[in-house]
């Protein structure tokens, strides 16, 4: 079983920056590849960002390329997304999930931190 606990969400204006963590507990971190995934309201879960489990791929949506950037410490057990040039339509709850390395799906998931952009 992995807990994840998201952190680093609030309110900000369009243009401004904000960084989420994503702190991880329980089996081995550095086992897991790691995802965002974001829900705005009335919409279905989208797929953010992703880092493999030891850091060398990342991809992204494209929505968000040039804009946000996901990394990792195995170290703290902990992932962060990097979110720069933040727009109103990134308004969202932000969640993190893990997927085993050579799993296929992400079984994981935190319960969320909300992020606001003001235009």
């Known amino acids: 079983q992995v807990q994840l606990v998201e952190s680093g969400g609030g309110l900000v204006q369009a243009g401004g920056s904000l960084r989420l963590s994503c702190a991880a507990s329980?089996?081995?971190?550095?086992?897991?590849?790691m995802g965002w995934f974001r829900q705005a309201p009335g919409k279905e879960r989208e797929f953010v960002a992703a880092?493999?489990?030891?850091?060398?791929?990342?991809n992204y949506a494209d929505s968000v390329k040039g804009r946000f950037t996901i990394s990792r410490d195995n170290a703290k057990n902990t992932v962060y997304l990097q979110m720069n040039s933040l727009k109103p339509e990134d308004t969202a709850v932000y969640y993190c999930?893990?997927?085993?390395?050579?799993?296929?799906?992400?079984?994981?998931w935190g319960q969320g931190t909300q992020v606001t952009v003001s235009s």
């Open positions: 880092i493999s489990w030891g850091g060398a791929n990342t």
């Open positions: 999930a893990a997927r085993w390395r050579l799993g296929a799906d992400y079984d994981f």
């Open positions: 329980g089996r081995t971190f550095s086992s897991y590849d």
